[in-house]
Structures are given as structure tokens and as C-alpha cells.
């Protein structure tokens, strides 16, 4: 059953860009939080998602927000990505698909490519935004867009 808006997002654990273990609770319910799902690490339309997130993260930090990458690559693979476009944020590790599923993200192009999806969780750990797309650049002004608004 995928997540909608209005869902708190139950927690989970994964492993990090530098293969350590990271557990949701650390940060959901705390802050506001932008998870993005993406196809791989290093591709066109991936790396310009990545580096648009990268070039806005202050801008993140600014509304409290923090940014989390999620794709199949390893922690290795991830790293690698990382270190070569200075991400600042942290990247998890997806390759049994686990995230995907418990969130609901689906596959692109007739199952062939993991979907692009963002999703905007507020302090509470409540899902405010779902946004699904295979442009990579308008997932980052969608959720500035949502942290911006005033309940």
C-alpha cells in the first residue's frame, strides 16, 4: 500500500552513503524532511536532480529542512557519487528495494526504470507532498514551494 499525503511515514532503517546504518527516527518527527527517490547515481537527469538539490541546500537548511537522496545504488556506488559532485547530504541505499516498496514508489517507462518521486514530510513526520516526475529539476522547487507554505 503506497504512502499518501496525510500519512506519517513509519520509520525505517538503511544504509548511508558511507555504509553506516541509518535509522529514521534520528530525523522524522524532528524536522522537516525531503526524501527523494531516483533511478541511479551518476546518469544525466539523476546527477543534474542531485546537483540542482546541492546548489539549493542552504536553501533547505534555511526552512529547517533536511535533504535525503534514495536510489539502488551501494553505499560504494553512492559515495563515489557523492565525493565527485560535493553533495552535502546524505544518500541512502535502496538495492533490496525495501524503501520503495514501503513507500509506494513506482516503476517508470513500463516497469523498466525505478520511478522519480519526492516527497516533503513535515516535523511531525507527516507526508505534505508527493511529487512524481521524471524531470529531475522541478522535484526541487515543488518542495521549497511546500516547506515555504504556512499552515
Known sequence: MALKVG??????????TF???????LILGKKPVVIYFYPKDDTRVCTEQA????????D??????EVIGVSGDSSASHQKF??????PFTLLSDSDKKLRH???VPTALFGLI???VTYVIDEKGIIRLIFDNLSGKIHIEK?????????
Do not use: I, N, W
Not at 500519512?7 to 548511508?16: G, I
Not at 546537483?51 to 542552504?58: K, P, Q
Not at 518542495?143 to 499552515?151: G, I, R, S
Open 114 to 116: 525505478p520511478g522519480r
Open 102 to 104: 514501503l513507500f509506494g
Open 51 to 58: 546537483c540542482t538539490f546541492r546548489d539549493r541546500y542552504e
Open 19 to 25: 555504509g553506516q546504518s541509518f535509522d529514521s527516527t
Open 82 to 87: 557523492a565525493s565527485k559532485y560535493q553533495l
Open 60 to 65: 533547505f537548511k534555511d526552512l529547517g529542512a
Open 143 to 151: 518542495a521549497l514551494q511546500m516547506l515555504q507554505k504556512k499552515d
Open 7 to 16: 500519512d506519517t511515514v513509519p520509520h525505517f532503517t538503511a544504509k548511508d
